[in-house]
């Protein structure tokens, strides 16, 4: 049994992964900025990075830090100020712990660090892994790149720092998904473009079983890729929604409506990318969902 404190575990993984973790007999203690729910559950404690406010102590004994902390970037539009938010909402909590940790002398034996595969960019011909150079080649690279190069800001105060780079995660309820079915109620599912562009994802499960052997084993990689071993194209992604949610027809919509609704964060619509993971196929996991229809069925 470890403990492990999950920053910014009160949003879609961490809610997830602390019933995982829990599940496995580990102390989970989650650190949010939201006072109410801190009040009603005993495992949440009140932090906010901003004001800089936390009561040390909570790092006493912990075992594992997993930072989760990061503003949704599928919500609101990105003007300058929203791009802002989103930037200095993951790394203010990252240098907030780095001072906290360099004031108290704390160190924590392991730190999983969030990060996202937006840091490969838009890659319209080659499949990348944890090898391949990264540049900054758009907003979304850019923002994981600064988030990366402030996460290692962490490694004095650990002994072993993880960057981990999530693909985009399925689960039936919440996110992506969630906001494709809930058009499915209309009798269709809107998508947008060709749908040639490859979209790399993972399932919640499988997300919260690799962090969960992270946590086992004895010696975590430096930078690791959560992607399944399949990406799927959009076309084949909408198509099999469509049977998924039983809904008659498709709803292909052009692309320049996309751009006029969600401005530029249309990207996140099909962004291409083929991302493999190296480390995955190293530590010998066995995915719960290899593929999306794996994935719709189970
Ligand atoms: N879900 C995905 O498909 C996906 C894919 C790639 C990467 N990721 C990354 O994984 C992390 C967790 O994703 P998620 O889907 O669980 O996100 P989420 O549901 O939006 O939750 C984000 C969490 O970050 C905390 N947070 C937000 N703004 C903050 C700020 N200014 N200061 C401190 N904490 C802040 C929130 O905690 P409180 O409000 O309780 O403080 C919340 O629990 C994010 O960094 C996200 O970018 C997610």
Request: with cysteine; aromatic share 10%; charged share 20%.
């Amino acid at each position: 049994m470890a403990k492990i404190i999950i920053a910014g575990g009160s949003g879609m993984l961490g809610k997830e992964l602390r019933k995982k973790l829990v599940s496995e007999n580990h102390e989970v203690v989650i650190l949010s900025r939201n006072k109410s729910i801190c009040k009603q559950s005993s495992d949440h404690i009140y932090w906010n990075p901003e004001k800089q406010w936390i009561d040390p102590n909570v790092f006493v004994s912990t075992d594992v830090l997993i930072n989760l902390c990061g503003s949704n970037i599928s919500q609101g539009r990105w003007t300058s100020q929203r791009k802002k938010e989103l930037l200095e909402s993951r790394i203010i909590p990252i240098h907030f712990l780095v001072d906290v940790f360099k004031r108290h002398q704390i160190r924590i034996p392991k730190i999983l660090q969030a990060s996202a595969i937006g840091i490969y960019g838009r890659q319209d011909i080659e499949s990348v892994d944890e090898s391949t150079r990264v540049s900054s080649t758009d907003f979304l690279s850019n923002l994981c790149l600064q988030w990366e190069k402030s996460g290692t800001l962490l490694r004095p105060y650990c002994d072993q720092l993880s960057l981990v780079r999530i693909g985009v995660v399925l689960d039936k309820q919440e996110g992506m998904l969630a906001k494709i079915a809930s058009t499915s109620g209309f009798k269709f599912i809107a998508c947008f473009g060709k749908g040639r562009e490859t979209l790399s994802w993972i399932s919640g499960t499988d997300f919260c079983n690799i962090v969960s052997k992270l946590i086992d084993v004895v010696e975590i990689p430096n930078i690791i890729n959560l992607v399944s071993p399949h990406w799927t194209t959009y076309s084949s992604f909408y198509l099999q929604l469509k049977h998924f949610f039983k809904v008659p027809f498709l709803l292909r919509l052009p692309e320049f409506l996309g751009k006029w609704i969600f401005g530029e964060m249309f990207v996140l619509l099909n962004y291409n990318q083929k991302v493999k993971s190296k480390n995955l196929t190293n530590m010998n996991y066995q995915f719960i969902h290899p593929s999306l229809e794996d994935f719709l069925k189970k």
